[in-house]
Every structure is written in C-alpha cells, then in structure tokens.
C-alpha cells in the first residue's frame, strides 16, 4: 500500500537523528518565511537543509506531511495557552474568555507569521483538509466544554455546533492577518471580537 504524501513516516529517537529531523522542518520554515508560501521542491529542501532526499523520505512520506508537522508544532503552542484560558473559564465572564482565546491566537500568528502563511494554504492540500478539520473539532470540543459552564441549559450537541462554528470563523478572520495593513486588520479584529461576544452573549437556550 502506497503512503500517503501526508503521513510522518517515522519520528527519530536517536540525538543524530532527531537533529536531521529537526533541520529538514528548520529549513522547510525558512523557505515559507522567506517566500511567503508553502510551496517548494524536495531536492530543494534537501539541500537547504543540508540532508540528501533519502533522509527526507525516511521521515516524510512527502511534503504535505512536512507541512502537516509544522502545522502541528505551532498549533500546540496555541493549545496550550488555549487550555490555561479554558481551565479559568467557569469563574471568569464570557467576554474575558473570548477575549483570552483571541488575543492567545493573535500572539501566535504575530510571533510565528509563518503559522499564517501554512494555515492560510492548508486546504488547498487535499490530504490535509480532512486532518484540519478534525483538528479544530478537537479544539471545538474543548472550548464547548467550557462554555457548558455559561450555559448549562444549552444541549452538549448544539455547544458543540457553536463552538466549532466560533473556531472556524476566528480561523478565517486570522488568515487575512498577513494580508492587511495593520490598522484595517486592528478594525477588523476589534469589530470581530464585538460580533463573536454579542453572539455568544445572545444565544436563545430554549432552541437546541
């Protein structure tokens, strides 16, 4: 069975390894900083990397899992700002959450600006787009759980729908970051930080 060109195929235990490994990702990050975009040849990244293609292959089955890592890689950094926000959610108001949850997002996408470039590109990537989604209903599911605690008489399914609805739109809304000027994108954020507090704060508990 032939892999799939998103699949890590192996993840290095040996020090000697793990720093081959380490610079392949190194300088796949480098070329998306610089050109802005995910797209680039493995012959290429090989020699940036200073690694011969075998070495590339023996870990990746291709450069849609090399993208699928980087993605990875930084998303834990979000999540786990998102979960310390997450664990106060029950003694803090609806609005000092969403105000935690964006402003944890918004620091990652300012201090890894390749982040927004990789997720602005990620589902044009057929293997991926399934393996995003299922990773923001990962996300969903942790933050329906805390607004559980906002509204108890809302049913778990309809928290679920409405938390990964208010995923996926913060998503959206953080991938134009790279392509505006920062004063339209503080505009655009201030104004969206409005709508998603008015739409949570409104929600009608007697339709689930």
């Keep these: 069975m032939t892999d799939s060109s998103a699949q890590v195929r192996k993840r290095p235990t040996q020090q ?4 081959r490994y380490d610079a392949i990702l190194g ?9 802005g975009t995910s797209q680039f040849g493995m012959n290429e990244l090989a020699r940036a990397a200073g690694v011969n ?3 590339i292959y023996q870990y990746f089955a291709g450069r849609p899992a090399i993208l699928r890592e980087l993605v990875s890689r930084l998303s834990s950094q979000y999540r786990e700002t998102m979960f310390a926000v997450l664990a106060q959610a029950g003694s803090q108001p609806l609005d000092v ?14 201090d890894e600006p390749v ?12 293997e991926l787009r ?9 996300n969903a599911t942790a933050l329906a759980l805390a607004l559980a605690d906002h509204f ?30 920062a004063d339209q994108m503080a505009e655009l954020l201030a104004d969206y930080r409005l ?8 929600l009608d508990p007697d339709h689930s």
């Excluded at 300088?27 to 050109?35: G, L």
């Excluded at 709508?195 to 409104?202: D, F, P, S």
């Design 130 to 138: 399934d393996l995003d989604i299922a990773d923001t209903r990962d």
């Design 16 to 19: 000697r390894a793990r720093q």
């Design 97 to 110: 959450l969403v105000d935690g949850l964006l402003d944890g997002y918004l620091q990652l996408v300012r």
């Design 27 to 35: 300088a796949a990050e480098d070329m998306i900083r610089t050109r």
């Design 195 to 202: 709508l998603l507090k008015a739409a949570l704060g409104n």
């Design 152 to 181: 108890p008489t809302l049913s778990a399914e309809r928290l679920e729908r409405i938390a990964f609805l208010a995923c996926e739109l913060s998503y959206a809304v953080f991938r134009l970051i790279p392509a505006l000027p």
């Design 115 to 126: 982040y927004g470039i990789l997720w602005a590109e990620l589902r044009q990537e057929p």
């Design 53 to 55: 293609i075998a070495s």
